[in-house]
């Protein structure tokens, strides 16, 4: 099946910095990408689409200034936390089609976040 | 979207069959059924798609009704590795590239 990849696996950065979390497709194109978060014991929330070649679509409440997405190419879309908080601490999960009209997404291992 | 309802959690000796059912009462014509588990730190892992009847892999089986309003994920002789989340979602099918709203999800908590 089609493999997605998240790095790093875990990251521990402190209050201010910018954190970037890669996501790729490892053998298939994904001209979309979707980024998840997941706070402990909860569900999985979808924070923004990630368009090739375009701006990413962020949900509502979703801060794009705060979250920057570029997907650059067809495998590889990355989300950098700016100035990081306490409060951005989660764990982040990124996931791709393989192709349009196809619903079984695959999803990447996620990003353990720390903020300290 | 369509929006799923599953129970919180759910507990079962190993060696038993476990149903996890979900409602999903607005579902569109196009809309497919998929289920994914989810062990702690780990993404989601795809479990089994349909989109009407039953449908059977090599993991699990899931059976929807003529009305497409629920779904029954069907996890045949569990065992202590099946401990985990079990997320039931409803999109998709429409062409292009569909984004997903993730419900609550079932705690299924296997027992020795």
């Known amino acids: 099946g089609a493999v997605v990849s998240q790095h790093p696996s875990r990251v521990i950065c402190k209050s201010g910095t910018s954190v970037k979390i890669e996501c790729r497709s490892l053998?298939?194109?994904?001209?979309?990408m979707f980024w998840y978060r997941q706070f402990p014991k909860k569900s999985l929330m979808l924070m923004a689409t990630?368009?090739?070649?375009?701006?990413?679509?962020?949900e509502q409440g979703v801060e794009k200034d705060k979250f920057l997405i570029n997907h650059a190419s067809l495998t590889l879309s990355t989300l950098t936390v700016t100035s990081a908080h306490p409060e951005d601490s989660s764990f982040y999960i990124c996931?791709?089609?393989?192709?349009?009209?196809?619903?079984?997404?695959?999803f990447g291992p996620g990003t353990r976040l720390t903020v300290t | 979207l369509a929006k799923t309802t599953q129970p919180i959690s759910m507990d079962s000796y190993e060696g038993q069959e476990v149903n996890i059912t979900c409602s999903h009462n607005?579902?569109?014509?196009?809309?497919?059924i998929t289920w994914y588990q989810q062990f702690p730190s780990q993404g989601p892992r795809f479990i089994i798609q349909?989109?009407?009847t039953k449908v059977t892999n090599e993991v699990a089986s899931l059976f929807i009704p003529a009305d497409r309003k629920s779904s029954t994920l069907s996890l045949p002789r569990v065992s202590l590795s099946d401990t985990a989340v079990y997320y039931c979602?409803?999109?998709?099918?429409?062409?292009?590239?569909?984004?997903?709203?993730f419900g609550t999800g079932t705690k299924l908590q296997v027992i020795p």
């Open positions: 996931s791709a089609n393989p192709q349009a009209g196809e619903y079984e997404q695959y």
């Open positions: 990630s368009n090739e070649g375009s701006k990413a679509t962020y």
């Open positions: 053998d298939f194109q994904a001209t979309t």
């Open positions: 607005n579902i569109a014509t196009n809309d497919y």
């Open positions: 349909g989109y009407k």
């Open positions: 979602l409803v999109g998709g099918g429409s062409g292009g590239y569909q984004k997903v709203t």
